[in-house]
């Protein structure tokens, strides 16, 4: 119920505040969890929207209400794969990298749902803000994927930070929750094509400024 006040009223209350503003241009931050489990990788935005879990949902009913209103004003619409980086909340479920990082640093065990190899997509917020910024120059209605097209498995990821920070991960395995995707890969040819956009960190750099900021912020 939080989901549907937050999400799906709350962006309708920003639509229609924006009509009666006569903007020109809103932009919205969408998910990869529209997708739900694509059966096939990497995804592009003109495959089946099939979200398994209620987030998706909300996400992809605020899309469908962008483009209810596309008669008043250009809707770009960003369908994020995982955003990660300096500053992300690590009390926040979605924010896997930020909790891990932070667990890890404080020598408290990280929990992996199933085998550990299911995989995702992880894009560093610094490139997240140039599609953002890309956007506001080049006004248009689109759908556009942001990811990085580098799949990352969740074994991966603790490694990597495990090899940052110099400290062993000590790894509670819990059985595999049935919303959990099992691989999650985006393209990002449209945003290419259409904002000249393109991600430029690598998951080690991204990594490094994130526990570089962690490590700051505990001094």
């Known amino acids: ?16 505040a924006s009509r009666l503003a006569k903007i020109k241009q809103f932009i919205f931050t969408s998910s990869a969890a ?3 489990e694509s059966k096939q990788l990497p995804i592009k935005e003109s495959w089946p929207t099939r979200p398994i879990s209620a ?10 209400y962008c483009h209810l209103f596309e008669r008043h004003f250009l809707a770009t619409i960003f369908r994020f794969a995982n955003v990660y980086g300096p500053g992300q909340n690590s009390s926040a479920e979605g924010g896997v990298v930020a909790i891990f990082v932070r667990r890890i640093l404080d020598n408290q065990p990280v929990t992996v749902y199933g085998s550990g190899r299911q995989t995702r997509d992880f894009v560093f917020v610094g ?15 689109a759908i556009l994927n942001i990811g990085s097209n580098q799949p990352t498995s969740i074994i991966r990821l603790v490694n990597l930070i495990e090899k940052l920070t110099k400290m062993p991960a000590k790894i509670d395995y819990l059985p595999k929750r049935p919303v959990e995707i099992e691989k999650s890969l985006f393209s990002y040819e449209q945003a290419r094509v259409k904002l000249k956009w393109q991600p430029k960190t690598s998951i ?3 990594l490094n400024a ?4 962690d490590l700051a912020g505990a001094k």
């Not at 490139?127 to 209605?141: C, E, H, I, K, Y």
């Open 204 to 206: 080690e750099e991204g």
């Open 127 to 141: 490139d997240v803000v140039d599609a953002l910024t890309a956007a506001l120059s080049r006004p248009q209605t």
């Open 34 to 36: 529209v997708y739900g």
């Open 55 to 64: 987030y998706g949902l909300s996400k992809l009913t605020d899309e469908l």
């Open 1 to 16: 119920q939080s989901i549907l006040k937050s999400n799906v009223i709350g962006t309708f209350n920003v639509l229609e």
């Open 210 to 213: 994130t526990i570089g900021f």
